[in-house]
């Protein structure tokens, strides 16, 4: 494989990559009361220490009560939280590696089946946990502003702890995307509408917070999925148009780069072009965009919650489009949560010493 593509450096404000790899966030769940730990720190000092050019922490969640459905989740506000980031971000510098943390809000969720509980009812846009079934409460006009200042909060804590960027979670079915969906949000007011566009005026307005409170020259990305969880071939935008209609007041809040979701990069998004989901919202768009789903990978993420294995797979496909232009940075979950050295080994040419991927990784925190 020539991988050389994935290889050159990437500046955008605060960034300053030395190559085209991102580590995809990854929930881990490996922080008591929400505290990150040292072990925690050390995870992600060593993939820094592996080079890879941007780390993006799992999601940590903002100061609402009921941001989290498990209690091992980390946050992203209080003393405590902040100073165990403190310390990841420190250390993943000592380690000549870039980090941002990835600030979130599940939304209604289902009971973690560790039977833990957060101190109030969950908050979604009209009290859908799926699609007809109820389940926690339809927030208020108050909850809504009080939840978008949380959002600016945690994305100045993360400025002011020496982050690099901050990416903002509106994607696979958490809060902003039940905002953006209309089986989910089927509010009657400025939060709500018949259509995309009009769904997004809450991510919209956490955009400007986040932008109003780290600045114009700090990188903010924004995650985004067509897919939902509860159905895999949902498309929120189904043509190129409601997609551009959609993406651009995204942008033109402040977002400057779009981490476009989908479980296997190389499916095309719309009939007729072979561009994936990052290739279309760079069309679209022009702002810098991170493809992610399934890289070096043989089989995709949710299979390996069934007990599928991986192996590892050639990245032939994805040096193409990334050489053509369809996108700039390239998102790997599974593999780096694997091997720290993953990055390395393919620079280096290492083939064989890639590792496959399998359920019991997530036990660990390697």
Request: aromatic share 10%; hydrophobic share 40%; proline share 5%.
């Amino acid at each position: 494989m020539n991988t050389d593509s994935l290889f050159q450096p990437f500046k955008l404000k605060t960034l300053n990559m030395k190559n085209r790899i991102v580590m995809a966030p990854m929930t881990r769940a490996f922080s008591p009361d929400g505290i990150p730990t040292p072990d925690v720190a050390e995870y992600y000092r060593k993939r820094a220490a592996g080079d890879v050019g941007l780390i993006l922490s799992e999601g940590t969640v903002i100061d609402r009560l009921s941001s989290s459905n498990d209690g091992n989740i980390p946050h992203f506000h209080g003393d405590q939280a902040l100073a165990g980031w403190d310390k990841v971000i420190r250390d993943v510098h000592g380690a000549h590696g870039q980090m941002g943390p990835q600030i979130w809000h599940m939304g209604i969720m289902a009971n973690h089946h560790s039977g833990w509980l957060p101190p109030a009812e969950f908050e979604g846009p009209s009290g859908f946990v799926n699609p007809g079934e109820k389940k926690g409460q339809a927030m208020t006009e108050k909850d809504i502003t009080d939840a978008i200042l949380a959002y600016g909060k945690a994305a100045a804590d993360a400025k002011r702890l020496g982050f690099d960027c901050v990416e903002i979670h509106g994607a696979h079915g958490y809060l902003i995307d039940q905002f953006f969906w209309d089986a989910l949000n089927q509010r009657t007011d400025q939060y709500g509408g018949a259509t995309l566009p009009e769904r997004s005026r809450f991510a919209i307005e956490v955009i400007k917070e986040v932008r109003r409170q780290v600045g114009e020259d700090f990188a903010v990305i924004i995650r985004l999925s067509q897919f939902k969880p509860q159905d895999y071939n949902y498309k929120l935008a189904a043509t190129a148009q409601e997609m551009e209609a959609w993406l651009n007041p995204l942008v033109d809040a402040g977002v400057d780069i779009l981490h476009c979701s989908q479980r296997r990069f190389w499916e095309p998004e719309f009939e007729g072009s072979d561009l994936n989901f990052a290739g279309w919202a760079k069309k679209l768009t022009g702002a810098a965009t991170i493809t992610v789903g399934s890289v070096g990978l043989t089989g995709e993420f949710m299979a390996a919650f069934r007990g599928e294995a991986s192996q590892p797979a050639s990245l032939d496909e994805l040096v193409k489009r990334m050489d053509r232009g369809d996108f700039d940075l390239v998102a790997v979950g599974r593999p780096l949560l694997a091997d720290p050295d993953w990055v390395k080994k393919v620079q280096q040419g290492q083939v064989d010493e890639l590792k496959g991927f399998s359920k019991e990784a997530l036990a660990t925190l390697v």
